[in-house]
């Protein structure tokens, strides 16, 4: 079993950067990847990016491609999302999740974190 807990969320103006970090713990040898997804009220689980545990592969979504970083450090089980020039359209409840395959359909992870609160003010 796996277990994710997402930090650095909050509060940040248009054009601000925030960092949010994904600890993950238990048996994180049998995750292929870990990857991010977000959440607006009213609106469906979309993906935002994803990267390989071994760190070779990343994935983005076209609307974050360019301003959103992914990047983890194995050593510390830990995976980032560096995310810069943040929009209005990122307000969401941020996710990490585990996924013993190469995917970046929500519902091909198998475990998830609480989630982290993005608000992006104007």
């Known amino acids: 079993q796996v277990q994710l807990v997402e930090s650095g969320g909050g509060l940040v103006q248009a054009g601000g950067s925030l960092r949010l970090s994904c600890a993950a713990s238990?048996?994180?040898?049998?995750?292929?990847?870990l990857g991010w997804f977000r959440q607006a009220p009213g609106k469906e689980r979309e993906f935002v990016a994803r990267?390989?545990?071994?760190?070779?592969?990343?994935d983005y979504a076209d609307s974050v491609k360019g301003r959103f970083t992914i990047s983890r450090d194995k050593a510390e089980n830990t995976v980032y999302l560096q995310m810069n020039s943040l929009k209005l359209e990122d307000t969401a409840v941020y996710y990490c999740?585990?996924?013993?395959?190469?995917?970046?359909?929500?519902?091909?992870?198998?475990?998830w974190g609480q989630g982290t609160q993005v608000t992006v003010s104007s």
């Open positions: 999740a585990a996924t013993t395959r190469w995917s970046a359909t929500p519902n091909a992870y198998g475990y």
């Open positions: 238990g048996r994180t040898f049998s995750s292929y990847a």
């Open positions: 990267i390989s545990w071994s760190g070779v592969s990343t």
